[in-house]
Structure formats: C-alpha cells, structure tokens
C-alpha cells in the first residue's frame, strides 16, 4: 500500500534476483528473521555465562531435552493426559454452549434470563472460585474438565447468541412470503446464519479451554503438561519447563490455525452469500 | 498562457503477476485560469488517477503537469481536492474539519476558526460548526467537503466525482448549489464524473476519455450562456450535447463492460 | 405501525422468534398486563434472580443444602461483614490493587505504541509476529514458574504475568485499529499536505483508539485472571490469597465471599472501560444508519 507509507510508487526498474526472492517471500524471511534474532543471542549469552543457564537454560539444551524426553516415552503421557482432559472438557462446552446460545437466542424469554448471567459469568474471574470447585469436587479429572468446561462454556454461547442476532431482516422477509413455518425459518436461516459466528466462538473457546487444562493441573494433578511443568520449575529444571511451554505454545498455534481454517471457509460464503 | 497544463502523462503500473498495465496514455490537457472543465468516461479509464496525478498524490511515469507554466511540486498547497463521499474525518467536528487544510499548514486554531466561518455560511452549514459527521446528510456532507477545498484558497479545485453517492434529487440541487458558490470565487475547477448531464450542466469544456488506456478522445466546448438554471438541463442545446457525448461515450462504455465480462468469466472458469 | 414497532422492540430486546413470528392481529393488552409487558427484560431476570437468592437461603435453612459446601446468601453477607472491618482485608485489596494496576497500566503503555508500529510498518510485524503469535497461544500460567524463577515470589511476578496478559490483546487489537484505518481518510490528509506525524495523530489514532479500548477491555478480565494465579501459585497477601487460604482452612463463607468481592471489583473494572468506549467510540455512527 504505497498510499498508506506516504510514498508514491516508483518507475519500472530491474532489481537483482537477491532483492527479487527478499521482496517475493518478506514475510517468510523477516518471520525467520525474528525468530533468530532472539534464539541467537539468547545462545550466546548463556554461553558466556553472561546469564546462568539455570535460569533459562538454552535454545541447543532444550532441543537436547526435547529429544531425551521423546526418547523416554514420559512426554507422551503428559500429552494424553492434557489432550484427554481438554477434549472432554471442550466438547462438552461446544455441546452445551451452543445448545443454550441457540435457546437464548431464539427464545424471547429465555434470553432476558440468559443474557444478564451470561454476561456475568462471563466477566466474571472464574479463577476466584476455583477454590469452592475444589471443595465441590475434589481433585481429579472431573474437576480439570469441569474447569475447562466452565473456561470455553461462555465463549460459545455468547457468541452462538451473536450468530442468531445477525439474522438478517430481509432473509426473514423472503421466509415470509413464502409462508414458512417457524421451524422451518430456525432449520434453514437462522443455523446456517448463525454458523461463522458459532466458529468465532468455538475458536477462541478452544484456545480458553487450552489456559483452562492448564490452570486445572498447575491446582490439581500429577499428570499433564501444566504439571510437568510445575514440577520441573520446582525442581529448577528449567530445559524441561521451556519443553513443556514449547509444546502447549504449539498445541495453541495448532489449534487456532485449525479452527481458523475452518473459520475461514465460512467467512468466504458468508461474504459472497451479502454481495 | 494556460493556468494548469499536463503534458504528455503516462501512468502505467506492475501488477501482481508481473504484466504491466497502462492506465494513462499521452493524456494532455489545458485548462484556463477559472475555466470549469469535467472529464467524463467509462469506469476505470484512469480519471481518478489522472485528478491524483494533477494533485500530486502520485508520480505520473511519464510526462509533466504545469500550473502556471512551473512543473507541480509534491506539497499540493495551490490545489485542493474534493473526495467522493464520507471523506471527513468522524472523530473531528465540522469546524474541524473544515479547517483541516488550513490545520495542516500551520494556521493557529483560532485563527483558523475564524477563517473557516464565511466558508460555512457559504455552503450553507452555519450552525453546525460543533456537529458530528454522523449527524450530517449526504448533501451536507459533501457541503462540507467543499467548504474543506475552498477555505484553503487554492489555485485549482479538483473534484472526483463528489456527488456520486447522492440520491438524484440532492445531486441536481448541489450542482446548482456548486455553480452558485463557483461564480462567486471563480476557481479554475477540474471535475471528474460518470454522469454526462451532469458535466455538461456544470462546465464550460467537456472532456472525455477513452477506455483503459485513457487517452483523450474529444474536448468539447459548452457553449450554453451562464447562469445556467437546472431548467437548461430540459432545453434543446443541452440535449444536443449530451447526445454527442453520450455517441462518444457509447462504444468506449461498451468496450469495458465487455472487458469487465471477460475478466469475470476467465475467473470464474 | 404498530408491528413494525413491536419487531423493532423484539429485536431491541434480543430474539429472533419475535420478530420472525408472523404477523397476528392480537387484542391490546392494558393496564397492569401491559406494563409488565414493557419491562419484561428487566423483570423477568430480576425475577429468577431473587428466586435463585431465595431458594439458596431457604435451602440451606432448611438443610437440603449442606452449608459447608454451598453456605448462603446472608452467612456469606455475615462473613463479609466481619472481614472488611479487618486491616487485613484491607491491606490484601492494596496488594493485589497495585499488582492489578501497576501491570495493567505498564503493559497499556507498551502495547499500544507496539501496536501502532506493527501495524503501520509492514516489516514490523512480519519481524515480531512469529514471537508473538507463539506467546500469545501459551497459556501464561505456563511461564509462571520461570517467572517466579527469575524475579522472585513477591508481587513482582504477579505483576510480570498481569502484565502478559494485557499487553497482547492490547498490542493485537491496535494492530487491528491500525489495519483498518481508512486509507481513503490517510490520502484526504495528505492531499491537503499533511505531514507524516500529523497523519499519524489527526487520522490514525483517532481511528485506533476503539479498538485499543477494546483490547484493554479483554485486559482487564486477564489481568485479574492474572492477579489470582499468581497468588494462588505464591503468595502471603492479597485477595486470591485470601480466597486460597479460606479454601484451606475449609471457611466456605469467606471463600465465597472473597470469590464475589474480586468477581464485583472485575466488574466495576469492565464497566469503567465500557463508559470509556462509549465516550471516545460516540463519535461511531450507529449501526444500521447509512
């Protein structure tokens, strides 16, 4: 966008082949660049022992610890465990979620019931109530999906109830004079309507539900990737905690690009269904 | 000597895949101190760019543009534009944005209030000096954009198709509205619009252009006496005008539609 | 005249069902019918409201529900009651306060300039974006041990993970703001010559501000969300330290009364933002209006 810089775009001219890939894969180059722009001096510095590696250890020792850990098989458990409890967790909330924003959304009254405590919770720091859940339900596996439920629950309906909202007026018109019945309007305009929005939520919803797992190990667990790393902070075995925040890093991107994709298809038909 | 010229303007550009395309071809044009010029043609033949290009917004490939016979610089203070709608800024009042031009030259805000009123009252917006532009019409809106143009005094006036957004009815009575406050401050007014009455109605040449590439194709004299009521517009030599226009514009109009066809197709298949 | 208002308050109101409903011609309801109608919103919630409150307290009165576990509405108010008039309370809302606050404002601070510069210069951001993408998918609970490793079990780590978790849906919807300037709007200022820093302060920030309220509205939720790991994970002071302490020594009353005092304090937290975005968002225009 040669207008947004304030530049004019300049005349023709021939630049060298270097200059040519630079400009044709920039991002990919300056991504590349920034990602070593950190891992490097982060390198050196413990190296030199400018910073002591137990407070961080390095780029080349957790790749180290990566492998060793592989190799052990134990990585894998951790996985399991977390992967199970936030797939419990969020399916649940996805079903329930989206059951209660389609009803308060389509209900008159269920909706001036819904909306205020909906609100509410979810502003609302679940945190601060983690230690009545513990009461409630002691620790183990009930509670961390119960916290992840709760994590991704609001998310979901929330936007559910947006998605019903954005009905447009005039699709409800076309229904109209075609004479059909309520059901019929909720099966074959409200839903399909509804649906990118049901995406945005289930997106997001899916990435709270990954703080949730791990909120719910770091309280309660002796298994999981939360508590892995817990643990190795505890015992300063600092490689193993960066293993275990690489890994959660990379089930967060995994899981937003998935559900991005996903988003994305939606949005272009949704796009072309206003042109 | 002619107050603005351009001489022999190219403009051509890179796209994506790398072909080169040629909006502007050897487009020259003269236009005399207070003269009302429009230029009418299909979409996309590059008038907009053109109006940018005079402006100074962006760098012709080739060729110059002269006012008063020294090449424009970068910094467009003797030339004002006016955009095509919701141009101004919503977080800033009217008077704010009106005094926008004279803000960006450094004129103390007072002073620039000041300055900005008789401008007001000439478009016909005084008392809405603290209103949103939210809380405006179409047509005040653009009454503003105008009063934005004109209160930094400039030389040339350009305007790209300013009242393209408005309903019919708004649309003739700001065209009378434009005469009106133009015959008071004789600017030299470059125009740009798709509709061939109305640039017949406003000016005194004519110009059209072809499909991309632009080029020149005619440039024809209003001869029409001044003032000139929105009843002209139903009178003999008007349509006469508009008809010898209009048989220009036909085929170039028929040209991009077919163009516009194929690209669809060709994407679509 | 009248259906159309009616769909319009349905739709006001928020359902679809309403307004999809096909038009009936309906006897006016009067007097008192008519005047329950007009606020059923806010009446009915209120309604279910107060008949949760009640049946809670009748039920722990009545002993279906075991007040260990659930307690109720005025043993809560009672122990509330008791705890406010303690320092200690006191001094556990100054703590997390100034760990909430200190965090949220240094974090706004940074986010919003690095938003701006991510999203005006394009090479900014490729540069950065790999970073923050990875750290803005890790839970920040995740760094907690490392956080507390290097800067210590005080109120410095809680105001270091505070801090993560307003700055990147700061940084993330400026950058958003910035994005969706209209650049049709940039072009206008500069046609009248405008510089590139007056750009910068008359055109692009008025428009990125909406969007930096929004992000620092998201902020305030992970901020406290944020405050309360922390001390739940180290702490000696401090409300989620409070909250934890009455879970362990099983005082369910002020546990819950703990819980509802920082949930009452995030709301007003939210509020004071959202009267921020009506005020600096009013010059939007409506939606639906052309």
Not at chain 1, 16 to 22: F, N, Q, T, V
Not at chain 2, 217 to 246: M, S
Not at chain 3, 51 to 65: I, R, S, V
Not at chain 3, 100 to 129: C, E, K, M
Request: hydrophobic residues 50%; proline residues 4%; charged residues 20%.
């Amino acid at each position: 966008m040669a207008v947004l810089n304030g530049r004019a775009p300049r005349g023709p001219s021939r630049p060298g082949p270097l200059r040519r890939w630079y400009r044709a894969n920039r991002r990919l180059a300056l991504g590349v660049a920034g990602i070593f722009s950190v891992l490097v001096p982060w390198e050196l510095l413990v190296r030199t022992r400018l910073v002591k590696a137990i407070l961080t250890s390095s780029p080349t020792e957790v790749a180290a610890t990566f492998v060793t850990e592989f190799q052990r098989g134990s990585l894998w458990t951790d996985v399991r465990a977390t992967l199970a409890v936030w797939v419990v967790g969020f399916v649940l909330a996805a079903i329930f979620g989206i059951l209660i924003g389609l009803a308060a959304g389509w209900f008159r009254r269920a909706s001036y019931v819904a909306n205020p405590w909906l609100n509410v919770l979810y502003a609302a720091p679940e945190l601060a109530f983690v230690p009545i859940f513990i009461l409630w339900f002691g620790i183990g596996f009930g509670f961390k999906v119960f916290i992840v439920f709760l994590a991704a629950l609001f998310f979901i309906s929330i936007n559910t109830i947006a998605g019903v909202h954005a009905t447009e007026e005039r699709f409800l018109a076309v229904a109209h004079t075609f004479g059909a019945s309520r059901l019929t309007i909720f099966r074959t305009i409200v839903l399909p309507g509804s649906v990118p929005y049901i995406m945005t939520g289930l997106r997001q919803g899916a990435s709270r539900a990954v703080v949730g797992v791990v909120a719910a190990e770091f309280i309660s667990s002796n298994e999981g990737l939360g508590f892995l790393i817990i643990l190795s902070g505890q015992t300063l075995n600092t490689s193993r905690v960066m293993v275990g925040i690489v890994m959660l890093a990379a089930f967060g991107i995994f899981t937003g690009e998935v559900f991005r994709r996903i988003e994305q298809r939606f949005e272009v038909w949704r796009r072309e269904a206003n042109t | 000597m002619a107050e603005l010229e351009a001489r022999d303007i190219e403009m051509e550009y890179e796209r994506r895949d790398g072909t080169r395309v040629s909006a502007l071809e050897g487009v020259t044009l003269a236009i005399e101190k207070s003269e009302f010029v429009s230029i009418v043609g299909p979409s996309g033949c590059g008038k907009t760019t053109l109006l940018k290009i005079v402006n100074g917004l962006i760098t012709p490939t080739g060729g110059t543009i002269l006012l008063q016979g020294r090449p424009i610089s970068q910094n467009s203070r003797d030339r004002a534009m006016v955009f095509q709608d919701s141009s101004l800024f919503p977080w800033f009042s009217v008077a704010r944005n009106v005094a926008y031009g004279l803000e960006c030259q450094g004129v103390p805000a007072k002073e620039a209030r000041r300055r900005v009123q008789p401008y007001l009252e000439m478009v016909g917006l005084a008392g809405f000096e603290q209103h949103y532009p939210y809380e405006l019409s179409g047509g005040m809106q653009q009454r503003a954009n105008l009063a934005r143009a004109l209160v930094v005094d400039p030389q040339v006036l350009l305007m790209d198709e300013p009242f393209a957004s408005l309903d019919a009815q708004t649309r003739e009575m700001m065209q009378a509205e434009l005469l009106d406050i133009w015959s008071q401050s004789k600017k030299t007014v470059l125009f740009i619009t798709h509709q061939i009455n109305e640039a017949i109605y406003l000016s005194d040449r004519v110009v059209v252009m072809s499909a991309r590439p632009g080029r020149i194709l005619a440039d024809l004299r209003i001869d029409i006496p001044r003032p000139r009521t929105l009843a002209v517009k139903r009178g003999d030599a008007f349509r006469a005008q508009e008809d010898r226009v209009w048989q220009l514009i036909e085929q170039q109009a028929r040209l991009t539609m077919k163009a516009t066809q194929l690209r669809t197709e060709g994407a679509a298949g | 005249m009248g259906r159309a208002v009616r769909r319009a308050r349905a739709r006001a109101r928020g359902s679809i069902r309403a307004v999809a409903a096909p038009a009936r011609a309906r006897p006016r309801p009067t007097g008192l019918r008519a005047a329950y109608a007009a606020r059923e919103s806010t009446l009915l919630p209120l309604a279910t409201f107060v008949a949760l409150l009640a049946g809670w307290e009748l039920g722990a009165q009545t002993g279906a529900l075991e007040t260990f576990f659930f307690s109720s509405p005025t043993r809560i108010i009672a122990a509330g009651w008791q705890e406010i008039q303690l320092p200690r309370f006191w001094n556990d809302v100054s703590v997390s306060g100034q760990e909430f606050l200190v965090g949220y404002l240094a974090a706004i601070a940074i986010a919003v300039p690095f938003g701006v510069v991510t999203g005006w210069y394009r090479s900014a951001h490729d540069f950065f974006d790999p970073w923050l993408s990875a750290f803005n998918a890790t839970p920040r609970l995740a760094l907690l041990p490392l956080v507390v490793l290097w800067v210590g079990l005080g109120m410095e780590s809680k105001i270091v993970i505070v801090f993560l978790g307003v700055f990147f849906p700061v940084v993330i919807n400026t950058f958003h703001g910035v994005r969706t300037v209209d650049a049709n709007l940039v072009e206008v200022a500069r046609s009248f010559g405008a510089s590139g820093r007056r750009r910068l302060l008359t055109v692009v920030l008025p428009s990125v501000v909406p969007f930096a309220l929004v992000g620092m509205r998201i902020g305030v939720g992970r901020a406290v969300g944020g405050v309360l790991v922390g001390e739940f994970y180290t702490s000696n002071a401090g409300l989620g330290n409070l909250v934890f302490r009455a879970g362990q020594t099983l005082q369910t009353d002020r546990l819950l009364f703990g819980a509802l005092f920082i949930t009452g304090l995030a709301l007003l937290g939210f509020r004071a933002i959202g009267s921020l975005e009506r005020r600096f968002g009013a010059w939007r225009p409506r939606v639906g209006s052309a």
